[in-house]
């Protein structure tokens, strides 16, 4: 399985390229692709995603919350603040989700890096355009 970030779901949808449209796409193709929980709270925010695409993302396996998800979360979003990088609410709950999970997260969001410095996360990342 590999977890797919927003940035890099929405490029997929808008028929973006590059190599994690390009993972996404495959994952999603051999049904591979899991989203974190916070993603799929992401994509379903946008107003602008017609209903029937807002199904899709439901259908999506998600990575489950474990037993204490959330002090890990709040304890490695202070690791990372703590090295004087950003950590983002999201970017810390969906970091947290893969990690407790061991999957890698497809992304184009650089933020993330903060979280593979201090914490191991593992990505496949494609630089922003």
Do not use: N
Request: aromatic fraction near 6%; include cysteine; charge should be negative.
């Amino acid at each position: 399985m590999i977890a797919l970030d927003s940035s890099s779901f929405v490029a997929y949808l808008a028929g973006d390229g590059g190599p994690d449209v390009d993972a996404a796409a495959l994952a999603l193709e051999h049904r591979q692709a899991i989203l974190p929980p916070v993603v799929l709270s992401e994509l379903l925010s946008d107003p602008r995603v017609a209903p029937t695409v807002k199904r899709l993302f439901e259908q999506l396996p998600l990575l489950e919350i474990v037993d204490g998800y959330w002090a890990r979360a709040g304890l490695l979003r202070s690791r990372v603040l703590a090295h004087g990088r950003r950590a983002r609410l999201a970017d810390t709950l969906i970091a947290q989700s893969c990690l407790d999970h061991d999957v890698e997260l497809v992304t184009r969001d650089d933020d993330f890096q903060h979280f593979v410095e201090v914490a191991g996360l593992r990505l496949f990342r494609s630089p922003r355009r």
